[in-house]
Every structure is written in structure tokens, then in C-alpha cells.
């Protein structure tokens, strides 16, 4: 336990739930209470701080045990969320605390990395959270719905109560291809739908192969999801999204801002929308480094010394040496050994693939000499980020 934060138990649960209906103003309906409660006991540590003289619960951090992905690995994620406290007690510094406690949790639980969902960016920079990926929203009238090249699959249609373990299977496959991706067990995937619809393509062998995750009201065609392993799949799915010309007068899909799929439009010159989407934080520097398939053979056996600032993790301010196939991790860092300098906010962005570390040099967040950040560059492998949950 770290200043005066203590981890909520199950009987407090519901004032944990009145302290973020309160923040977040919304209500929680009472026969779905219950079904809140059993998702705290199974995957949440409600970290809070109480009035010392009333004990009320008067600010809280809920940290969420989930496991993401990164070039082609899983690994353990903290998620933070329902960070709130009651507008007489904000300004006392109750979330900095919070934040350093759930830090500390996270490292001595293994959880190498975090994430969370920012009410302001600019905050969570200072506590060592950084932009994860950018998400893109194509906006389509009917008259854009022109079918591609027809695919010789077929679609089946899932909702909820119907729910498939090939959809898992499919979304697994498609989420090894980026870094960030949740992993989604059943009961996330429950979740997921709300009143919405799976379409799954299925190729000729009836392998599945791709889907989307959508719903239509009031003439509107949202995908919230769009999912493909194949190009083909691709293409059946977009062709099924265009049978629906008679039905909608708008569409909106929203999807990575590398997807593909814009170029293949007929018309690609329609209304986009690209905006940062969640922030990630490494936990743990030198276990984290263990996950990173660094390119040794671009590198030509040369290395490079990295110099990490995280005053709110202080177990990260070492140096870490990376070269000949190996990650070392030194106390110090002497000038004259030619280091790169950097915060584990550019550290987090660089090996989750949201910018270069080239890009983080001309920025000036990034220090050291040109040689040695070019060496850098050359062992930081390619990564695509990549995250659409929200929790």
C-alpha cells in the first residue's frame, strides 16, 4: 500500500459503482447491478482513497487484468479505467497517487504493459502514457456501395444469442498481425456485440475468413468492426455491404488507418476522419525489451545504449544496451559512451510502432548522437498498433 491508497473490497463494490455513476453521470439499471458486480470480482482490483474522517470512498482507479497482443506474442496488460473522484476532493493529487500505486501492482503482477482510454491526453503524457495507434471512419453514401470484383464465398449471419467460436478464431488469426490488439475471451465477446451483427465470410472450402461487425437504424450502416485474414474475404464482405444500397442512405466503417480497403473504392475521394485512439504505457522496461524481436541482423552487430526517464517508475531509469543478440541493463549511463536519451512515453510509442524513432529524433524527444539513434533505427522492428475496445 502506497500513500494513503487501499484496494476496495467486494462489500464496498457498489460504492465504487455510486462514485462513477456520479462522475460519469449515467445509471446503471438494477437488474444489471448484479452482472456489474460479478465483472469486478472476476477481472477488477479497485484501487481508492477514502475521506479520512467520513470514509467515504471519495476517488478510485479500477486496474483491469487483460492480455494483448505484440508481434505475435501475448502478453499481460493492466487496463486502467473508471479513474474518478467527487468534484469537492479533485485537485489534491488523489489520481497521481492512484496512478503510482496501480504501476507498482502491475509491475509485481506481470503486467508489462498498460493501457487505458484518456479523458485528456495531455494528463496521462505526464505519467508516462503515450498514443497508441490511430483509428480511421470512412463516411459512404448509398451511391459510393459499388461492388468489387464478386468473391465465391458465402456470408452467414450471427447475433449474440448465436455467437460462434469460429468468429474468436478468425479475430484471434487477424489480431496476431498488429501490436495492441485485446485479447477476447467469450464473455468479452458478449460484450462486444451489444445489438449488433456479425456477417462472417466463408471462402469456398468453408473456411471462415473474415467479418464485420455492424448494425442498420434509421437508413444508417455502421461497421464497427471490420476484420478480414484475405483479401478475398475482404472483398465478399464489402460486396455484402453493398446489397444494402436499397436499405441505407448512409455508411460508415470504421476500421486502422491502414486499411487497405479505401484504395479500393471506386471512388476513393469521400469524407475520412483520423483520430488517436487509447494510450500505452511499458510497465516494465527490461522485461518488456525480452518481447522485442529486435532486427539483429539489420544492425550489422553494432549497438546501441538507450537512457530511460520515468520519474513515476523509477525501477525503469536504467540503461539498457542493446546489440549482439542481447539486452543488458546497466544502473548508468557515463556521457561519453554516446547514449540515447529518452521518456518511456517515446520509448512506448517507438516499439509499439506509432512512430519511428527517426521521426521521435526530428521531434527532439529523442536525444543522443545521429549515429547512435540510427542505429536504433535499424534494430526497432516494423509493428502495426492497433486497438478498437474500449473498457
Known amino acids: 500500500m502506497s500513500n494513503n491508497v487501499f484496494e476496495v473490497t467486494e462489500d464496498r463494490y457498489r460504492d465504487a459503482l455510486k462514485l462513477s455513476e456520479y462522475a460519469f453521470q449515467y445509471k446503471v439499471a438494477d437488474d444489471e447491478i448484479e452482472e456489474r458486480m460479478e465483472q469486478y470480482r472476476k477481472y477488477h482490483s479497485i484501487y481508492a482513497i477514502e475521506d479520512e474522517y467520513t470514509q467515504e470512498i471519495v476517488a478510485k482507479a479500477h486496474l483491469i487484468s487483460f492480455q494483448i497482443t505484440y508481434h505475435q506474442q501475448i502478453i499481460e496488460m493492466g487496463g486502467i479505467a473508471g479513474i474518478a473522484t467527487y ?23 506481470g503486467m508489462t504493459v498498460s493501457v487505458l482510454h484518456p479523458f485528456q491526453v495531455d494528463f496521462y503524457r505526464r505519467y508516462g502514457w503515450e498514443l497508441l495507434c490511430n483509428l480511421l471512419s470512412i463516411k459512404l453514401t448509398k451511391h459510393d456501395l459499388q461492388p468489387l470484383v464478386p468473391a465465391e464465398g458465402t456470408i452467414r449471419r450471427f447475433t449474440k444469442e448465436e455467437h460462434h467460436a469460429e468468429i474468436e478464431q478468425v479475430y484471434h488469426q487477424y489480431a496476431l498481425q498488429f501490436s495492441g490488439k485485446l485479447v477476447r475471451h467469450t464473455d468479452r465477446w458478449l460484450q462486444e456485440y451489444d445489438e449488433g451483427t456479425i456477417a462472417l465470410y466463408y471462402d469456398e472450402q468453408k473456411v471462415p475468413q473474415g467479418y464485420i461487425l455492424y448494425g442498420i437504424e434509421n437508413g444508417k450502416f455502421v461497421v464497427e468492426e471490420l476484420v478480414v485474414l484475405t483479401e478475398e474475404a475482404r472483398r465478399g464482405l464489402w460486396n455484402f455491404v453493398c446489397q444494402h444500397d436499397s436499405m441505407v442512405k448512409e455508411i460508415e466503417i470504421h476500421t486502422h488507418s491502414r486499411d487497405p480497403l479505401l484504395y479500393l473504392l471506386k471512388d476513393p475521394c469521400v469524407r475520412t476522419e483520423i483520430k488517436p485512439y487509447g494510450m500505452v504505457r511499458i510497465v516494465d522496461v527490461e522485461k518488456f525489451l525480452a518481447y522485442c524481436p529486435f532486427r539483429w541482423d539489420v544492425a550489422q552487430g553494432k549497438e546501441v545504449k538507450l537512457q530511460i526517464t520515468d520519474p513515476f517508475a523509477p525501477w525503469n531509469e536504467r540503461t539498457f544496451v542493446i546489440g549482439n543478440k542481447e539486452v543488458q541493463a546497466k544502473d548508468s549511463c557515463d556521457e561519453e559512451e554516446g547514449c540515447v536519451q529518452l521518456s518511456i512515453n517515446t ?8 512512430k519511428r524513432p527517426h521521426e521521435m529524433f526530428e521531434l527532439g524527444l529523442i536525444q543522443g548522437p545521429p549515429e547512435a539513434v540510427a542505429v536504433l533505427e535499424s534494430l526497432v ?11
Open 87 to 109: 468534484p469537492e476532493y479533485r485537485r489534491k493529487g488523489y489520481v497521481r497517487d492512484m496512478l503510482i500505486h496501480c504501476l507498482k501492482e502491475m509491475k509485481e503482477r
Open 347 to 354: 520509448l512506448s510509442a517507438v516499439l509499439f510502432g506509432y
Open 381 to 391: 522492428p516494423e509493428t502495426h498498433s492497433y486497438m478498437i475496445d474500449y473498457f
